[in-house]
């Protein structure tokens, strides 16, 4: 019966090869939610907020690890919206696939899940608020055991809808099962975090963009000294690489961990020597081109390609009005020197183009890519992309598959015309 229902096959943490944190990065953080999970009194609900690229997976993983070796966890779902995956996107399946774990470790909840399946076989295919009530809610209960779920990437489900629907669940849960406990990780999104603010109470919100960048840059300079030396010993090179070509790749990497895999994977993927691949890098130290288009990054995309979806998911269905609209406000967001301030972006638009748009829809369409800008509540607080990656593939017709959202460089975008500050394209 348990085997019949409907469910995503791998997506526990320990599936797909699934690579959790580097020994020795991490560290502060990982102690943080160690201690969370361990104790009581502490919200039962994480949630690890993090702009793309930035590493929640990996940390997702290693937190699923911990969990599981000192006997605390649940059960783990990866969200992925990889076509490859099937159903590892669909919001409908998050619950069941989650009783099913259960079932398989405590038969406290296999009893009481079996006993509603068996007198409502589809509980399955119900709505989200009656699939958590009967096979986690009741099941759970019944079982009376401490535990911790993680859910990896819940913004990569389909249905972005969903994701607050998926969330008051949560609360119902950790409502009703006291000793439940819940690690989400996803990007900012705008559904997401107004599901949680209403949580706050019962939340602990740690932005991971928000850590130190300098323990940011130690732990990627970690990572890439022990990938590299690695693929030196395969390789049989000696002394490489060398202090000052981490410092470059370090550089580059400007704390995006999925940029610093790319590389990673760029150097390999050849049958010459990465030190000979390397001298491409150093010959073009400003040029994300080539680590950009490295397939099987983040979620079996390519980093050009993350960008694209996510500009894709943001804004399907817009007119070409709106579009053009959109490509005008991502231009003064991620193009000038030094950048521009939410609050100014209005009329720098009208300057440059004489579209007239207003603060909410500069404001709705920076929310909607929130996950690639470093964005602040103070709207005279500058904007930036987090990695020049953004601004790459928004100018480079070879990189921007989905022409709606290339941005011509060109005589009309010169200057940020504002009282407040001045910049110039970059």
């Known amino acids: 019966m348990l085997n019949n229902i409907k469910r995503a096959r791998g997506a526990g943490y320990e599936h797909r090869n699934r690579r959790g944190c580097l020994k020795g990065t991490r560290v502060a953080l990982l102690e943080e939610i160690e201690r969370w999970s361990e104790d009581p009194d502490q919200p039962p609900i994480f949630w690890l907020n993090g702009l793309a690229g930035t590493g929640k997976s990996t ?29 590892h996107g669909d919001p409908g399946i998050v619950f069941p696939t989650l009783a099913f774990q259960l079932a398989q470790k405590y038969a406290g909840v296999r009893s009481t899940l079996v006993h509603h399946l068996r007198y409502n076989p589809d509980i399955a295919h119900e709505s989200l608020e009656n699939q958590a009530e009967k096979l986690i809610i ?41 000793k439940a406990k819940f690690f989400i990780t996803s990007r900012p999104e705008p559904l997401i975090k107004g599901g949680f603010r209403r949580l706050e109470l019962i939340t602990r919100v740690s932005p991971l963009h928000d850590v130190a960048p300098q323990v940011i840059d130690n732990d990627i300079r970690l990572f890439l000294k022990h990938e590299l030396s690695e693929l030196a010993a395969r390789k049989g090179l000696d002394n490489w690489p060398t202090a ?31 030190s000979s691949r390397f001298a491409i890098i150093e010959r073009s130290p400003d040029d994300t081109a080539h680590e950009g288009k490295v397939e099987g990054v983040h979620g079996g995309l390519s980093l050009d390609s993350l960008c694209t979806s996510i500009f894709q998911a943001s804004f399907t269905g817009n007119s070409a009005e709106d579009d053009t609209m959109v490509r005008s406000v991502l231009a003064a967001a991620a193009l000038f020197t030094p950048p521009c301030s939410a609050s100014t972006i ?11 748009v207003d603060m909410k829809e500069v404001m709705q369409i920076l929310e909607s890519i929130h996950s690639l800008l470093e964005l602040h509540d103070d709207l005279d607080h500058p904007v930036r992309p987090f990695h020049k990656l953004l601004s790459d593939c928004l100018t480079n017709p070879k990189r921007c598959s989905d022409r709606r959202f290339l941005v011509p460089i060109n005589s009309s975008i010169t200057a940020c015309a504002s009282p407040k500050q001045s910049c110039t394209s970059n």
């Open 59 to 87: 940390i997702a993983r290693t937190v699923a690890e911990q969990c599981f070796a000192n006997g605390r966890l649940g059960a783990s779902f990866f969200c992925s919206s990889d076509p490859t995956l099937r159903n």
């Open 138 to 178: 009741e099941p759970l209960r019944s079982a009376d055991v401490a535990l911790v779920i993680v859910i990896d990437a819940l913004d990569e489900c389909k249905d972005k809808e969903s994701s607050p629907a998926i969330i008051s669940a949560l609360e119902s849960i950790v409502r009703q099962v006291p």
């Open 244 to 274: 000052a070509q981490l410092d470059l790749l370090s550089t580059r990497v400007a704390g995006l961990f999925a940029y610093a895999v790319a590389t990673v994977k760029f150097l390999g993927r050849t049958v010459r020597m990465p």
């Open 346 to 356: 209005p009329e720098t638009v009208r300057a440059q183009t004489k579209e007239v």
